[in-house]
């Protein structure tokens, strides 16, 4: 499996500071995820990205950005985090290898104190 | 707007015991996944169906995608604890292989 890992684990940070979230992974596959999931609401697309410098929006995407500027690394930035983005960040990569199933890391507790 | 309800959201059942669940759309895919999480840890990857009517097996899990790819199934076998999890089926369409996710079915084995 390709190797995809995601830091911090854990972050409490206050309410308006910025705060960033590393995914990498060791293999060089095109496609890569954020991802937020939350209790009744299950896993949402934040932004995605399908090359170096090449990325889109998901269906909740306001109030972050990412960026890409080499294939192993996609960063989420969360601008002026607030209480509503206290969440479970997930990083996923698309895998020709299994038909393009996704691989996640462990993910990234947030929590917006 | 593409959904996929999954059904039912929770199951508690006892060792040994066998059960299905259930993935279903109105909208066609090109392939449909299925996942298992643990607490604390992301989805991981069970299965990938891509054709209509194709049954795959892993092991005491029975993957079936629907003859008009609009819905898929999990079927286990003598259920074990280690089969609890979230199990979440989610399918691919459009473009840059983003997937609709269901929110999942809350599966308890117990012993």
């Known amino acids: 499996d390709a190797g995809i890992t995601q830091s911090p684990r854990h972050k409490v940070t206050e309410t308006g500071t910025p705060v960033t979230l590393r995914c990498h992974q060791t293999e060089n596959h095109r496609y890569m995820y954020w991802y937020r999931q939350d209790p009744g609401h299950g896993l949402r697309l934040i932004h995605y990205?399908?090359?170096?410098?090449?990325?889109d929006k998901g269906e909740v995407s306001d109030g972050y950005s990412v960026s890409r500027s080499k294939t192993e690394d996609f960063l989420l930035t969360l601008e002026s985090a607030t209480s509503s983005q206290t969440s479970v960040y997930f990083c996923?990569?698309?895998?020709?290898?299994?038909?393009?199933?996704?691989?996640f890391g462990s993910g990234t507790r947030l929590t917006v104190v | 707007t593409q959904l996929l309800e999954q059904s039912p959201q929770f199951l508690s059942i006892q060792e040994g015991e066998n059960l299905t669940v259930y993935c279903n759309s109105s909208s066609v895919f090109s392939s449909l996944q299925w996942y298992r999480q643990e607490p604390g840890e992301g989805p991981v990857l069970l299965v990938t169906v891509v054709t209509g009517g194709e049954v795959k097996k892993l092991k005491r899990l029975t993957f079936q995608f629907g003859d008009a790819r609009k819905d898929s199934s999990l079927h286990i076998t003598a259920a074990q604890p280690g089969d609890t999890g979230l199990y979440l089926c989610a399918g691919e369409a459009g473009n840059n292989r983003k997937l609709i996710w269901g929110l999942g079915t809350s599966l308890a084995v117990n012993p």
């Open positions: 996923a990569i698309s895998d020709p290898r299994t038909g393009y199933g996704y691989t």
């Open positions: 990205s399908y090359g170096v410098k090449d990325t």
